[in-house]
C-alpha cells in the first residue's frame, strides 16, 4: 500500500482527527520545533513562523510531498497563552478567561515540498467563557486535561460546558482550521479523498 502524499506534523491526536474527519489521509511525523516566542513577536507572527518552521522541519525527515504545519495559540489582553507549565499556572489561564472574551489563533502553512510553494495562513475566533466558579476550576484542572491544551482548555472537552459562544470556525479552537486547509491542499493539487459517509 502506497503511504499518503500529506504529512502532519504534529502529535496531537484532535488535529490528525479533524483531518480524517474530512476525509483526509495523511500520516503524523511530530515536529521538534521549539515554540518559544520571540521578542517582539505579535501573536499571529508568533505561529505563522511555528506552522511554517513544523512544516519544514518535517518535510527533511519524512517522506511525503504535502506538510501541514499548525500551532494555536489563546490570546488575551495581549498576553499568548500557550500550554500551562503547572496547575498554578493553569489555574491562573483559567481565571484570566472566566466571564470574558478571548481570541483563538491556529496559524497553518501547508508546504508542497516538490515545488517549495506554501500557504499559511492565521485563522482567528472569538470564544466567550461563562463565569467559572472556584469549583469549576478545580475540577477540570484535577481531570488532567488542561496540561496539554494552548490556554489550558480544550472546546470539544469536558471545557465545552464553560463556553458561552464562539464567533467563527469551530475547527480552528479544536487546532486545525480545516476548511482554509482543505481549500490549499486542492489549490496545490493534493488529492483528497471523499469525506466519509459521502
Do not use: W
Amino acid at each position: 500500500m502506497n503511504l499518503p502524499d500529506i504529512v502532519l506534523p504534529s502529535a496531537s491526536p484532535r488535529r490528525a482527527q479533524l483531518l480524517e474527519s474530512a476525509g483526509i489521509r495523511a500520516r503524523t511525523c511530530p515536529s521538534t520545533v521549539d515554540e518559544t516566542c520571540l521578542p517582539g513577536e505579535t501573536p499571529e507572527g508568533h505561529a505563522l513562523r511555528l506552522a511554517s518552521a513544523k512544516a519544514r522541519e518535517v518535510s527533511t525527515k519524512c517522506s511525503g510531498r504535502f506538510f501541514i504545519g499548525a500551532d494555536t495559540i489563546v490570546v488575551m489582553d495581549g498576553e499568548i497563552m500557550g500550554k500551562p507549565v503547572d496547575s498554578a499556572d493553569a489555574e491562573r489561564m483559567l481565571r484570566k478567561l472566566s466571564d470574558t472574551t478571548h481570541t483563538v489563533v491556529t496559524a497553518y502553512a501547508v508546504l508542497d515540498a516538490e515545488t517549495g510553494q506554501e500557504i499559511s495562513e492565521a485563522v482567528k475566533t472569538l470564544v466567550c467563557f461563562r463565569h467559572l466558579r472556584d469549583e469549576d476550576i478545580h475540577d477540570y484542572i484535577a481531570s488532567g486535561c488542561p496540561f496539554d491544551k494552548a490556554g489550558a482548555y480544550a472546546i470539544q472537552g469536558a471545557a465545552a460546558q464553560m463556553i458561552r459562544r464562539i464567533e467563527g470556525s469551530y475547527t480552528n479552537v479544536v487546532g486545525l482550521p480545516l476548511c482554509e486547509i482543505v481549500e490549499a491542499l486542492r489549490k496545490m493539487g493534493a488529492t483528497l479523498s471523499a469525506p466519509a459517509g459521502s
